[in-house]
Each structure stands twice: as C-alpha cells, then as structure tokens.
C-alpha cells in the first residue's frame, strides 16, 4: 500500500452539482442493497431457513471475502472500461444476479444451495460502486473540499444502512419478499442513474497526461502526519468491521433478541445512526485532520463498547436476571460508542487514503477492500472458535473476537510509538 503525495494528475475537471447528486444517489440506492444482503442476511437466514450462529458466521466471512475481492479488482477494471462505463455496466450484472437470486430465495426455483451463490456473486459485483464513487467524487480536489465530499458521501450511504437494518424486523414480518425484492427495484434506479451520470461526467483518455489541477504539497509535518493516520487508520478499520460483522451475524440469536422480537433489529441499528451522527460531527470540523494519535484511542474504545453489547446480549453473569431495561439501556449506551468510533476510523481510513492518492480509485479499492478482510477475519476467527468448543452460548466467538482486537490495539500502539 503506497502511501506518498502525488500532485493530480486526472485531466477530469471537478465534478458539477448534478454530478455529485447523482453519484452519491446511486450509492444510496446500492446502500439499500448491500444493507439488505449483507448486514441484514443473518435476519433473513435465521427466519426463513433457521440458521444457526455458526452458519450465520460462515455466512458473513464468505461474503465479505467477496466484498474484499470485489474492491482490489475496481481499480483495474476502472482503467480498463472508465469508472462511468463500469457503474453502468454492473447494474445489468446485478440485475442478472438479483432477479434469480429474489426466485431463489423464494422457493420459485432451485434451493439454498442456488441462493447462496447468487448472493456471493452479486456482493462481489456491487463492491465495485464504492472506490469508484469515493474517486469520482474526489478526484482533483483540495483537501478541505475533499473532506466535505467525504461527509457527503458517508452520510449518503449510512443514512441508508440505519433506515434499511432499523426497518427489516418490521419489513421481514410484513413483506417477506421485502429483502429480496428492494435490491431488484434499487438497482434498476441505478440503471437509469447511471445513464445519466455517464452523460455528467466528462469523457478523458489516458493518453491526456497533464494535469488540470495541481495542488500544493502539503509541508514535511502534516505529511508525516497524514501518513501516520493513515496506517493508524487502515489497521483500525478491518478491526472495526470485525467488530461490527460478528455482531450482526450473533445478534439474532442473541437471548436478548429473542426478548425483543421484531423490535430486535432496531437496536441492532442504533450503533449505525450513532456513526451517522459520526460522520456529521467530523464533517464539521477539520481538528481530527491534525490529531492521528486519537485513531489508538478509537481502537481501545471499540474493543470496550463491543464487551458492553455482547455481555448484557447474552445475559452474562450479574445480566441473567436483570429486567431487560436495564440490559438494553446497557447494551444502547455499548452500541453509540462503537458507532462514534467506527465513524471515525472509517472517515480518517477514507479521507487519509484519498487525500495523500489525490482521489485514487486504487486507495478507494485498499479502503473497501480492509472493511473486507476484517468482515473476513471477525465471523471466521468467530465461526471457527463456536466450531470447536461445545455449548449453546456464544462465548467462544465473543473471545475470538475479542482477541483479535486487543492485537489490532497492539500493532496500533507499536506504530504509534515508532513514528
């Protein structure tokens, strides 16, 4: 992962207004999808095919790998068909995958065994939206005006995230062909959008080298700076998603869940509109730009709200008896600091790769592609414990886990302490 200044060297001018509108519609719209396959499928394949926790992780892991192998092939593939071609191009892919994929699981046609296929092909294929939104909205921008695409952007597709997981207890029991159905409807929206877009942004080659905006290299400071917080950062944000994957892949089948009902999915989002919240904050202001050293902090406090969730959630210990409450007062209070801190490791993750690669398609790809691999390393390292021991708690994975954060902690503190 190169992390070096590097003057713009895109010929593409800004992105307009109708642009920016439009990109980051079509990553909402993809937000639904993703939401609904993704961090919503442990609802669904508990539901409809009585899944347990260990094939909920086994699920999630396989799925992010997809996500994580989607993200490393967009740069490539943006270079070889233009990042407007290729968001046009995926829709058709999608809907090719989504239309058998709703049949499927359905009981129209095929088995489980045709679902879960479909559902990994069209998670690898949608990863591909994000670095090329993250690019095309950053692209030849200073860092100030980058930072405020950034907010837009990531207010954009969480926003999402918080109405589809908050909704989809309500959704599954109302409209069971709800979840696989939206995705279907969202991306023939992106169809269409991505027509549009295709037409707002301006056609370049890659013959036509010189560069349309050059900015000024940041002093010898900020730049060590900005590369600290990028590692920092980019080993804080697979830890997060570590956290945050094997949540949802447990929680449905969490006691507390259980006592909840369809109400259950609402708390499970609370820690997505605390990262709204995040997001916002950090959009407002540009102090966090100049203190890397708080990404450790964020580490630390990730590691704490995930105990505060998963001990009340299992009705651990002094939990067993208390009124539920007071469990979920607890386990809410867990949710908004894991929220607070996936926003910032995501947003510093995010703003540091594209700020030091001028807009990059390829760092937008290494970001998406660490939300992979810790979705990858959190419900596996998880699956694998819950495998091997005996019991009906899931204590094992909630250790796996959590040892897998106090090493990112670690690593972080190391880095800290060399630079």
């Known amino acids: ?81 233009s990042k407007p071609a290729t968001l046009l191009g995926m829709q058709f892919v999608m809907l090719a995958l989504l239309i058998p994929l709703a049949l499927a699981g359905l009981g129209m046609i095929g088995s489980i065994w045709l679902f879960i296929p479909l559902l990994v092909a069209a998670m690898m294929v949608s990863t591909l939206t994000w670095p090329m939104i993250e690019s095309i909205l950053t692209e030849n921008c200073d860092p100030k005006k980058m930072s405020r695409r950034i907010t837009i952007y990531n207010l954009s597709w969480s926003l999402t995230s918080v109405i589809v997981i908050a909704a989809y207890g309500t959704l599954l029991q109302f409209w069971p062909a709800g979840p696989l159905l939206l995705p279907i409807i969202s991306h023939s929206l992106c169809l269409v959008l991505a027509l549009v877009l295709r037409r707002l942004l301006p056609k370049t080659t890659p013959a036509e080298a010189a560069p349309a905006v050059q900015h000024a290299a940041p002093d010898a400071d900020l730049l060590q700076s900005r590369v600290l917080a990028l590692w920092l950062s980019r080993i804080s944000l697979p830890a997060s998603f570590v956290v945050a994957n094997s949540l949802m892949a447990m929680y449905p089948t969490m006691p507390v869940a259980a006592e909840l009902g369809k109400a259950g999915s609402l708390l499970a989002s609370l820690w997505m509109g605390a990262r709204v919240a995040m997001f916002a904050l950090l959009g407002a202001t540009t102090v966090w730009h100049h203190r890397p050293k708080w990404l450790l902090g964020g580490g630390i406090l990730l590691l704490l709200s995930y105990l505060a969730i998963v001990i009340p959630g299992e009705r651990l210990s002094i939990f067993a008896g208390a009124p539920l409450w007071s469990v979920v007062t607890i386990m809410s209070a867990g949710e908004v600091v894991l929220g607070l801190m996936a926003g910032f490791v995501f947003s510093s993750s995010l703003y540091f790769g594209m700020v030091l690669s001028e807009g990059s398609t390829d760092h937008g790809g290494y970001h998406e592609a660490l939300i992979g691999v810790g979705g990858v390393m959190g419900p596996g390292l998880a699956a694998v414990a819950q495998q091997l021991a005996s019991g009906g708690t899931h204590l094992p994975g909630i250790a796996a886990v959590c040892g897998l954060m106090l090493l990112t902690i670690s690593a972080a503190t190391w880095i800290t302490v060399r630079k």
């Open 1 to 81: 992962m190169t992390v070096s200044y590097a003057p713009a060297t895109s010929t593409r001018p800004g992105i307009s207004t109708a642009g920016v509108l439009c990109a980051v519609t079509i990553e909402a719209l993809t937000s639904v999808s993703v939401n609904l396959l993704l961090n919503g499928v442990a609802f669904l394949m508990t539901s409809r095919y009585g899944f347990t926790v260990k094939q909920n992780l086994w699920l999630m892991m396989t799925l992010a790998a997809a996500y994580a192998i989607g993200a490393l092939a967009t740069g490539k593939v943006a270079r070889r068909f």
